[in-house]
């Protein structure tokens, strides 16, 4: 959802539940390399739960201290690309034949009143062409979020003085990454696995084809391990990534917890598959299913994923074909947090153009 081009360079803005994570990506050399990224967390009833920022100054002086005095290397610009999550956003495509303009904006305009559950009145939306078929068809992607949350993130940028370049999905920023970390010359399913909710897409080697969102919570795993085994929270989150669901004393206590939100994740992405089935070629499918996120690093859950869908699955390496140079890289605990701000600092000029 383009609000302004403007001319590269931009840095990623990833807003999460309780943490800003920034990310600069230069792509001029030969090879993409990280000059500044940072991390701080805010106190998450700053934002309310239909993702509008409420309180402006306690964004506005987190922001401000983090792009000053927190960053690992350095931020060269004041033009920004930021995501909004995806449960707070609406994804459509629509297969149309070509028309005029003014026929299309009617046509987008018409199916965003009939199938998005609140008024157009309320919401900023944008398309943009994906593909021509053979039949002469064209398919659109169409984006739209809510006025409310939008308008909230423009107040703060505005008060700190950055440009808003783009403002698209944390799916969409997460796709890019890994199409830019992994192969994809099979049609690919991926996971992000966030603190609240597990967002999910599919990627056919052009295009995101699919997505979807469930509300299968890392934290909410770590909650159950700590209530199941009885113990703290720290326990719980070191016990959760030091064994996960592999071969432990615990294993079997350790499942008993995980399975409710584990059975929910795979229930989606079986759900999202057969979408995807239903509207392609059979001769098709699913190749590979990639995990990545904050939850990601769960032992053993690309083994579990593998085994209750049928389709290999394994953890993206976020920064392949990436260079910190010489940076100080994230820790390995921290490695996932940057992944969306890094999926938006790849974004290129032609990307914000056609937006």
Not at 153 to 176: C, D, H, K, P, Q
Not at 320 to 349: C, M, R, S, V, W
């Amino acid at each position: 959802m383009k609000l302004l081009y403007k001319d590269k360079p931009i840095f990623g803005f990833d807003l999460g539940h309780s943490t800003i994570k920034v990310m600069q990506i230069d792509q001029s050399g030969k090879n993409a390399k990280v000059i500044g990224y940072g991390t701080a967390p805010f106190n998450s009833r700053a934002v309310n739960n239909q993702g509008v920022i409420v309180d402006y100054e306690e964004m506005t002086k987190v922001t401000h201290k983090l792009l000053t005095k927190q960053l690992v290397g350095t931020l060269t610009s004041k033009h920004v690309a930021i995501s909004i999550p995806n449960y707070n956003s609406f994804s459509r495509v629509l297969t149309l034949p070509k028309m005029s303009d003014k026929d299309l904006k009617a046509a987008i305009n018409a199916e965003v009143d009939q199938s998005i559950p609140i008024s157009s009145e309320e919401l900023y939306f944008d398309h943009s062409i994906t593909r021509t078929l053979k039949d002469g068809m064209q398919e659109i992607q169409v984006i739209a979020a809510p006025r409310a949350i939008i308008d909230s993130y423009t107040s703060v940028f505005a008060a700190l003085g950055l440009t808003i370049a783009l403002i698209e999905s944390n799916i969409t920023a997460m796709t890019r990454i890994v199409v830019h970390a992994e192969p994809h010359d099979v049609n690919t399913l991926i996971v992000d696995v966030g603190s609240t909710s597990c967002d999910i897409s599919i990627y056919d080697g052009k295009a995101i084809r699919a997505t979807g969102t469930v509300n299968c919570s890392s934290e909410r795993i770590t909650k159950n391990i700590a209530s199941v085994l009885g113990v703290s929270m720290q326990q719980a989150h070191s016990i959760k990534t030091r064994y996960g669901l592999e071969v432990s004393k615990k294993q079997d206590q350790i499942l008993k917890a995980t399975e409710p939100e584990l059975d929910k994740l795979i229930n989606e992405i079986r759900k999202v598959i057969r979408y995807f089935t239903d509207r392609s070629s059979k001769s098709n499918p699913i190749g590979q299913i990639i995990i990545l996120g904050g939850g990601a690093n769960l032992p053993g859950l690309a083994s579990y994923i593998t085994n209750h869908t049928r389709v290999a699955t394994r953890l993206c390496a976020p920064w392949n074909n990436l260079t910190f140079d010489k940076l100080q890289p994230p820790h390995e605990l921290e490695t996932t947090l940057y992944t969306t701000a890094g999926g938006l600092a790849l974004i290129t000029p032609r990307e914000i153009a056609s937006s």
